[in-house]
């Protein structure tokens, strides 16, 4: 019988606020989310980032995943906690029109 819930697995990155940053967050995270789906046969990816960080928010959306709330308190940096906005994005929703980036195997 196949598990109900996988094991969690993240992947933080951080990009410099250059200008061109947001498309590279973007088409990086869409890339990502692709390779997720169609490589590892993953159905469900969630996206998290501190409430009140709009552009974060921005390249969720745009990578194709949706806003399902607000986790209180979950994201802890030294004694300090922050609230994260949680999206998520399935296999079964629709691809993003976004640029993949080409993924070089080191």
Do not use: Q
């Amino acid at each position: 019988m196949p598990p109900t819930s996988w094991p969690i697995r993240t992947c933080p990155w951080r990009i410099s606020p250059a200008d061109d940053a947001r498309a590279a967050a973007t088409a990086a995270t869409a890339t990502l989310a692709r390779w997720a789906f169609d490589e590892l046969g993953l159905f469900r990816l969630e996206l998290g980032h501190r409430v009140g960080n709009p552009p974060s928010c921005r390249v969720a959306t745009a990578a194709g995943f949706v806003a399902e709330g607000i986790e209180r308190a979950k994201l802890r940096y030294g004694a300090e906690r922050f609230d994260v906005h949680t999206h998520a994005r399935l296999a079964s929703d629709p691809v993003p029109v976004v640029p993949p980036v080409k993924v070089v195997p080191p």
